[in-house]
């Protein structure tokens, strides 16, 4: 069982996370992480519990990205076994495509996983961007208008001098 979060936006980008057994023991507990990737033994049969917590943080409300991979041993091994004949070598090749064909099937279950890892990181980022843009665009209008401001109370200082 593997499990990993990344918190992609909310104030503090930080979350506490517990993942809880079938019997209710805590496997994992953390406090205020922004990401986290957690590989545990699932011992017991059941379903496992995934608690967020963002009560330290009440007023802003976060966009968490999690993922829970349960690796899978029991293959349909029948399928493969009708088709190899005793009497012939093809047994030996339908065993060698076979190993092929699960380590193929394992690494593109891999690759789309990490992809979407990569979109979640991309995600945070997106945001985290756009609220940086937000504060610089106020924060730069805000001294255009103070130096626009200024600049006419220089020239209006001036012709009153004259």
Not at 47 to 62: A, G, P, Q
Not at 74 to 81: K, P
Not at 128 to 143: A, G, I, P, Q
Request: charged fraction near 25%.
């Amino acid at each position: 069982l593997h499990f990993s979060l990344q918190v992609l936006a909310g104030s503090g980008l930080d979350v506490g996370f517990t993942l809880i057994s079938p019997y209710g023991y805590r496997l994992v507990s953390e406090f205020m992480k922004s990401d986290g990737f957690h590989v545990v033994d699932p011992t017991e049969e059941g379903d496992y519990r995934i608690c967020f917590d963002n009560s330290f943080s009440t007023l802003v409300e976060k966009m968490v990205f999690m993922e829970v991979i349960v690796d899978s041993k029991d293959r349909a091994d029948e399928d493969w076994e009708s088709l190899a004949d005793p009497e012939n070598t093809l047994g030996y090749k339908l065993d060698d495509i076979k190993e092929v064909m699960e380590a193929v099937h394992k690494n593109l279950e891999r690759s789309g996983q990490t992809q979407a890892v990569l979109r979640a990181f991309e995600a945070r980022d997106r945001y985290l961007l756009e609220d940086n843009l937000w504060r610089v665009s106020f924060w730069s209008s805000l001294n255009l208008l103070l130096i626009v401001t200024v600049a006419f109370a220089q020239v209006y200082a001036v012709r009153r001098l004259f």
